[in-house]
Nanobody
Framework: QVQLVESGGGLVQAGASLRLSCAAS????????MGWFRQAPGKEREFVAS????????DYADSVKGRFTISRDNAKNTVYLQMSTLKPEDTAVYYC?????????????????????WGQGTQVTVSS
């Protein structure tokens, strides 16, 4: 059974940093792209960042570019999201996901529909 489990969320003040982790189990995803999305109350789930299978290619939403960094450790079947200079508008539930559509590719998908498995989410709350 495939599982993606996010951790590392919490309540922080504006300007602080957090590091989210997403550990996969049930199969290895070392050759597939992975991504982070977020969903704020009353809003649709939106793309945050994605990374290709070997970390050579990354992509970020404009709203987080320069503040967030996505990385992965294939030996641990884990993807990370380092978040710095957090803002109140970053408050959301953060989800990790894996895309089985691009095996060994350079491409880093942005669309929710391109992702196959999803975690249950971790809450990030940034106070002003």
């Amino acid at each position: 059974q495939v599982q993606l489990v996010e951790s590392g969320g919490g309540l922080v003040q504006a300007g602080a940093s957090l590091r989210l982790s997403c550990a996969a189990s049930g199969r290895t995803f070392s050759s597939f792209a992975m991504g982070w999305f977020r969903q704020a109350p009353g809003k649709e789930r939106e793309f945050v960042a994605s990374i290709n299978w070997n970390g050579a290619s990354t992509d970020y939403a404009d709203s987080v570019k320069g503040r967030f960094t996505i990385s992965r450790d294939n030996a641990k079947n884990t993807v990370y999201l380092q978040m710095s200079t957090l803002k109140p508008e970053d408050t959301a539930v953060y989800y990790c996901a894996v895309s089985l559509k691009y095996d060994g590719a350079y491409y880093t998908p942005r669309s929710l529909s391109e992702y196959t498995y999803w975690g249950q989410g971790t809450q990030v709350t940034v106070s002003s």
